[in-house]
Structures are given as C-alpha cells and as structure tokens.
C-alpha cells in the first residue's frame, strides 16, 4: 500500500508560476511511476505528466514546454514545476504512483490561475 500527500497550488495570476510536490510513504519500494493528473469543472480528468523510477517522462501536449516533472528518489518525493501558467490550467491536480497490480492517488491540490 501507498500512501501520497500534495502539497503545492493556490491562485496565481497567468504567466505565473507554482510548484506542486507529493510525497510517498508505505510500499514505496513498489512504485515504478508517478505523475500528475488533472481534472477541472466539468472536465474529465486528464494526464498532465509521468515520471518512471528510471527518469523517464511524458507529458500531456497542453503542458509541454511549461511543466516540468521531476522525482528524487531520496525524499520518495515527486515534483512538477509549473510555469507560464494559463487560466486554462485552472484545476484540481492529483498526484498517482503506479505499483505492481495498484495506482494509488493523493488528496489533489486546487491550482488557479487568474488574474
């Protein structure tokens, strides 16, 4: 079992920037994958980026170029910088970490971008 708690998100005006984190506990030695998905008003709820324990990423086209994954294996932590933001990345943002036969999500933190 896994276990993730988000820190990170809050309101920022558009071209802004934010950092959210998410940290990992339990059978952290199961994770192979961690990432983001998103999920606004009305919308389903959408890939934003994945990190694989070997470091490879992938990102939703909305987001390339602007968000940047990163994990430290250290801290069981991931994270994904977050810039030149847009009212459209307006959302709840759940953090997820794929193990073997399980995908665990975290509580979501609410980014708003706004002026």
């Known amino acids: 079992q896994v276990q993730l708690v988000e820190s990170g998100g809050g309101l920022v005006q558009p071209g802004g920037s934010l950092r959210l984190s998410c940290a990992a506990s339990?059978?952290?030695?199961?994770?192979?994958?961690m990432g983001w998905y998103r999920q606004a008003p009305g919308k389903q709820r959408e890939l934003v980026a994945t990190?694989?324990?070997?470091?490879?990423?992938n990102y939703a086209d909305s987001v390339k170029g602007r968000f940047t994954i990163s994990r430290d294996n250290a801290k069981n932590t991931a994270y994904l910088q977050m810039s030149s933001l847009k009212p459209e990345d307006t959302a709840v943002y759940y953090c997820h970490a794929d193990a073997v036969g399980a995908r665990s999500w975290g509580q979501g933190a609410q980014v708003t971008v706004s002026s």
């Open positions: 990190i694989t324990s070997g470091g490879r990423t």
């Open positions: 339990g059978s952290i030695f199961s994770i192979y994958a």
